[in-house]
């Protein structure tokens, strides 16, 4: 199985262990760490490296609140 992590803002495609998973959650043994940020919508296109961004950083941006 892969997720897809946010890795100094860009996509990282990681190969993790499935615990356990139930209709709404996926239990992972390995392959991520705590406080890394694992992408959940929808990309339609999916490539290692590519740019991403939290809606909130766009926010933030747009109003020249963002960081550098």
Same mark, same amino acid.
């Given at each position: ?9 860009? *996509? ?10 139930? /209709?709404?959650? =996926? ?6 760490? &705590? ?7 929808? *990309? ?10 939290? /809606?909130?950083? =766009? ?6 609140? &963002?960081?550098?």
């Amino acid at each position: 199985d892969t997720v897809w992590v946010k890795k100094d803002g860009k *996509l990282e495609i990681r190969e993790v262990e499935v615990r356990f998973e139930d /209709p709404e959650h =996926a239990y992972l043994a390995s392959g991520v760490s &705590g406080g890394e940020s694992i992408v959940t919508t929808n *990309l339609s296109t999916v490539a290692a490296g590519a740019p991403l961004r939290v /809606p909130d950083e =766009a926010d933030a941006d747009a109003k020249g609140t &963002g960081k550098p």
